[in-house]
């Protein structure tokens, strides 16, 4: 339970320290049109050039460092579905500013719109498995 705490802990600041869990920053880098605020470029950069890396090794293993399965996305097409989610994300982050893993560094600094985007999340959470046990998946 310590290193996975001890890596959410870093996550979490990490999140802080960029400007992650700030929803006006968030927002004044999604606001092309406006006064677009680019500085979370460096953000983005950053995480996908460690991301890149981290699959790479990841790809070539079986287990994790603490011995747990490694379970990596087997699905590799684009479909209806995966557009769909991705429209609904992309909505849920421009209007609230958040994004799940900011928005529970919100909700333990007590930001109010970080709570209600965490209940408006597990809802959507919720109403995905109901839909998908309604249609047999």
């Given at each position: ?5 001890l ?9 802080i320290?960029s ?6 920053k ?60 991705a ?5 849920g982050?421009?209007?609230a ?41």
């Open positions: 339970m310590f290193i996975p705490f890596v959410g802990l870093v996550f979490g600041l990490g999140l320290i400007g992650m869990s700030n929803p006006a968030v927002l004044a880098f999604l606001d092309l049109a406006g006064e677009w605020d680019p500085s979370l470029i460096f953000v983005m950069c950053g995480a996908i050039g460690v991301a890149f890396f981290a699959f790479l090794w990841a790809k070539a293993r079986k287990t994790t460092l603490l011995g747990a399965e490694m379970k990596l996305p087997a699905a590799t097409k684009i479909d209806r579905r995966l557009m769909i989610g429209a609904l994300f992309g909505m982050w421009g209007i500013g958040f994004c799940p893993g900011p928005a529970l560094v919100g909700l333990g600094m007590g930001l109010p719109k970080a709570a209600l985007f965490v209940i408006a999340m597990l809802g959507g959470m919720v109403l995905y498995e109901l839909i998908e046990r309604w249609r047999g998946g």
